[in-house]
DNA sequence: CAGCTATATAGCTCCTGAGTTATGTTCGGC
DNA sequence: GCCGAACATAACTCAGGAGCTATATAGCTG
């Protein structure tokens, strides 16, 4: 529930590949993993800690389970990030500010700032 | 550089304290003991890992460093979490569909979506 | 320069967590 | 009713990381 818990769920690596699978469509824990690279209870084990911190749901389906992402707890790290945006959004501007001091007219039809 | 280090340097609980901290303003490495309930290598400790992920910088005065967030690559996050936000989007609208549904009428003059 | 302050580094302990193998459970097919 | 498929759970190992104490380094102060 804590925005803590979410960010200690998301920084396994596997953990953020399972999510990034179930992103496109839902899967079962036989493909997901055939793409890992770790054992059929390693994926189980991460489901488990994904599913017990709300960012997957599963459906059955005789024995295969279909997993899907829920994404609503990374709303909370999108909310955690959201008193930094102004200072990185702010260094992009100096950086910017910088090169067209030092490198001047060189780049005048360059494509404008990215956000 | 890559995003899973920085999810993994902020899943630390002390580090996101720290760089909140931070984000108010920059302090020196006694300022941020004082705040944090862990001895002052630890804190150091946690000060060299954010460092190295590009995550604060130090200014020298003496003795004394004062740090400061550098939150270019808390950006990495945010791009990460892009694809998740029209999924929580569609969860709260599908919510307030089904509020809208089965309460009807009873809550006329609520306060419209948050975003 | 002696001693104090502020911080970093070294070396160590300890616990958590991610992985493994082995086994349990559930379900469909024959 | 049996066997195999699909997944979960149990029990264990092992490495890394977060913490601590002790010590080194750098700079002010008197």
Redesign the pocket.
């Known amino acids: 529930m804590a925005v803590g818990s979410t960010f200690e769920v998301m920084?396994?690596p596997?953990r953020r590949v399972i999510v990034e699978l179930l992103r496109e469509r839902e899967r079962?824990?036989?493909e997901l993993?055939g793409a890992l690279d770790?054992?059929?209870?390693?994926?189980?084990?991460?489901?488990?800690?994904l599913r017990s911190a709300g960012l997957v749901e599963?459906r059955v389906d005789?024995?295969?389970?279909y997993y899907r992402v829920q994404a609503l707890p990374l709303r909370e790290l999108d909310a955690w990030l959201e008193p930094y945006r102004a200072m990185w959004t702010k260094s992009l501007d100096d950086l910017e500010r910088h090169l067209d001091q030092t490198q001047g007219g060189k780049r005048a039809g360059r494509a404008r700032k990215a956000r």
């Not at 770790?38 to 488990?48: D, F, G, I």
């Open positions: 920084a396994e596997n079962t824990v036989g993993v770790v054992s059929q209870p390693a994926v189980s084990k991460h489901l488990r800690v599963s005789a024995q295969r389970r």
